[in-house]
T-cell receptor, first 112, second 118 residues
Framework: DGGITQSPKYLFRKEGQNVTLSCEQNLNHDAMYWYRQDPGQGLRLIYYSQIVNDFQKGDIAEGYSVSREKKESFPLTVTSAQKNPTAFYLC???????????FGPGTRLTVL | KQEVTQIPAALSVPEGENLVLNCSFTDSAIYNLQWFRQDPGKGLTSLLLIQSSQREQTSGRLNASLDKSSGRSTLYIAASQPGDSATYLCAVYPQRDAGGTSYGKLTFGQGTILTVHP
C-alpha cells in the first residue's frame, strides 16, 4: 500500500537532547512537509521541501532542522534550541503541483 | 497573511441530525481548500478537496461548498452517526506561484470538535 510512515509513534526526550523524527513516503511525491500541532490549535508549518537536496523554512522553523537526501525520506531533528518541543508532529507529502496533501500518522514528542 | 477560522469550536448533537461546519479564510486568493478528519491521537484523513474553480464536492453523506469571493466554506454532514465523532479541520492552499506550484503549504483552521451521541 502506498502511504506515509512516521516513526516512532511516541518519543520522549530529556531537556538538552536532540531527537530525530522519521518520515518516509512511497507515493513518489516530490514535495514533503513537517507540521506541528498543539492542543486547541491548528497545524503550523515547520519546514517543507519541494525536491531532493532543497528545503525551506516554514512559519515556525526555529529550533528545528531537516534534510532531504532521498526523495522518499524527510527526517526532522528537534534540537535543544527548541524551547517548547512537546507537541504532535505530522509529516505530509504532495505532488510537485501541491494540489493535495497526504498525511502520516504522526509522532507525539514529550519532553521530560 | 492568510488566516483560517472555524466555527463552532465544538459541537455536540444527537445521532441522526444534519449539521454544518463553517470555515472562513481572510485571503480569497486560494488554490484549493481541503477538509480533513482527525481522530484523537491520529493523523489526518482527507475528506474532500475543492479546487478553486469548483463550488462544491460530495462524498457519501458529506458535502463541502466553497465561496471564494466571500472567503467561506461549509462542510455539511447528513444523518450524523456516532462514528462521525472527531475533529474536523479545514485547510487552504495558496495560489500557485510563478513556478506553477503552491507547494502544498496548507494554512489550517483550529478545527471543530464534533461529538455525536446515540
Amino acid at each position: 500500500d502506498g502511504g506515509i510512515t512516521q516513526s516512532p509513534k511516541y518519543l520522549f526526550r530529556k531537556e538538552g537532547q536532540n531527537v530525530t523524527l522519521s518520515c518516509e513516503q512511497n507515493l513518489n511525491h516530490d514535495a514533503m512537509y513537517w507540521y506541528r500541532q498543539d492542543p486547541g490549535q491548528g497545524l503550523r508549518l515547520i519546514y517543507y521541501s519541494q525536491i531532493v537536496n532543497d528545503f525551506q523554512k516554514g512559519d515556525i522553523a526555529e529550533g528545528y532542522s531537516v534534510s532531504r537526501e532521498k526523495k522518499e525520506s524527510f527526517p526532522l531533528t528537534v534540537t535543544s534550541a527548541q524551547k517548547n518541543p512537546t507537541a504532535f508532529y505530522l509529516c505530509a507529502s504532495s505532488t510537485s503541483g501541491g494540489a493535495r496533501g497526504f498525511f502520516g500518522p504522526g509522532t507525539r514528542l514529550t519532553v521530560l | 497573511k492568510q488566516e483560517v477560522t472555524q466555527i463552532p469550536a465544538a459541537l455536540s448533537v444527537p445521532e441522526g441530525e444534519n449539521l454544518v461546519l463553517n470555515c472562513s479564510f481572510t485571503d480569497s486568493a486560494i488554490y484549493n481548500l481541503q477538509w480533513f478528519r482527525q481522530d484523537p491521537g491520529k493523523g489526518l484523513t482527507s475528506l474532500l478537496l475543492i479546487q478553486s474553480s469548483q463550488r462544491e464536492q460530495t462524498s457519501g453523506r458529506l458535502n463541502a461548498s466553497l465561496d471564494k469571493s466571500s472567503g467561506r466554506s461549509t462542510l455539511y454532514i447528513a444523518a450524523s452517526q456516532p462514528g462521525d465523532s472527531a475533529t474536523y479541520l479545514c485547510a487552504v492552499y495558496p495560489q500557485r506561484d510563478a513556478g506553477g506550484t503552491s507547494y502544498g503549504k496548507l494554512t489550517f483552521g483550529q478545527g471543530t470538535i464534533l461529538t455525536v451521541h446515540p
